[in-house]
């Protein structure tokens, strides 16, 4: 059986570095960078750049739920734990 999770290597900040992720997690991060007019390595710069702990892996779920989560309920992301917001008001 096939692994949900895809591991892909990626440039950031001119190191090279392997990151797990489920494929929707990579569609919806691709998605979230063309719609701020960056890269794929720079979307991921800024969110590694961001995180207070944890991998990058964890840093990267959380900055696509935390995306989509302002795009439904903004009002209610508002009053989140900041913690969890650090990585989408840095490239907001």
Request: aromatic letters at 4%; hydrophobic letters at 40%.
């Amino acid at each position: 059986m096939k692994s949900p999770v895809v591991k892909r290597s990626i440039v950031i900040g001119g190191h090279k570095t392997s990151v797990s992720l489920e494929d929707a997690f990579w569609k919806a991060l691709k998605e979230i960078a063309a719609s701020r007019g960056m890269t794929l390595s720079e979307i991921v710069k800024a969110i590694d750049s961001a995180r207070q702990h944890g991998n990058l892996s964890s840093a990267i779920r959380l900055f696509v739920l935390a995306h989509f989560r302002n795009q439904v309920a903004p009002e209610r992301a508002r009053h989140e734990d900041p913690r969890e917001q650090v990585a989408e008001q840095s490239l907001a």
